[in-house]
Each structure stands twice: as structure tokens, then as C-alpha cells.
Nanobody, 122 residues
Framework: QIELVESGGGSVQAGGSLTLSCAAS?????LGWFRQAPGKEREFVAI????????RYADSVKGRFTISRDNAKNTVYLQMNRLKPEDTAIYYC??????????????????WGQGSQVTVSS
């Protein structure tokens, strides 16, 4: 059983920064982040392969968010800069067993973190 434990959520003003972390029980897989705002579908945010060489971002966060990982700690991070009110959502850590990081549909993933609330005020 693969488990993902998230931390680092909170509230910030527009233009501020937050960093989320997710500790995984297994780490030789791609790890990523999805988010879900109230009344909206869960959407892809970012993903990184096990080697850390390949990353992919949603257009809405590219240039503002950075995904990284520390394999020695079995942990993936999401650094969020220049936050906007539309970034407000529950953020979920996810594992990709294919280690390709190519699938953007939440229906293709089986293991999820518990969710972290991020609130950005204007």
C-alpha cells in the first residue's frame, strides 16, 4: 500500500508564496500535484519523474510554480510563487506508477494524499 502525507497548506495574500510538501512511502515513481477549487473539476498542476530530470506544468501555473523532489527523504515539494486568488483550491499529492508523468486526467491515478487547503486573498 502506497501512502502520501501532505503538509504546508495555509492562507496568503495575492502575490505571496507557499510551499507544499508530500512524504511518500515509496519514491521510485513520478510524483505530482492536482488541485480542486469549490464547484470545479479536479485539475492537473505539475508532475516530476523519479529521476527529477523531467517536469511538466499546467499552463495556468507555468512560470510561477516549481515542483522538486528529495529522494533521500522520499518527499516531493510544490513551491508556489506570485499566488493569485484563482489558485485557491485543495491541493492533492499523487503518485504515477508509470514514472512517465504524461497523464493529466485524475481518473488515471490510484494513490492520493489527504489534500491541503490553499487560500489566496485579494
Amino acid at each position: 500500500q502506497i501512502e502520501l502525507v501532505e503538509s504546508g497548506g495555509g492562507s496568503v495574500q495575492a502575490g505571496g508564496s507557499l510551499t507544499l510538501s508530500c512524504a511518500a512511502s515509496a519514491f521510485r515513481y513520478a510524483l505530482g500535484w492536482f488541485r480542486q477549487a469549490p464547484g470545479k473539476e479536479r485539475e492537473f498542476v505539475a508532475i516530476i519523474t523519479s529521476s527529477g530530470v523531467s517536469t511538466r506544468y499546467a499552463d495556468s501555473v507555468k512560470g510561477r510554480f516549481t515542483i522538486s523532489r528529495d529522494n533521500a527523504k522520499n518527499t516531493v515539494y510544490l513551491q508556489m510563487n506570485r499566488l493569485k486568488p484563482e489558485d485557491t483550491a485543495i491541493y492533492y499529492c499523487v503518485v504515477d506508477l508509470t514514472d512517465r508523468g504524461l497523464e493529466s486526467s485524475p481518473n488515471e491515478y490510484d494513490y492520493w494524499g489527504q489534500g491541503s487547503q490553499v487560500t489566496v486573498s485579494s
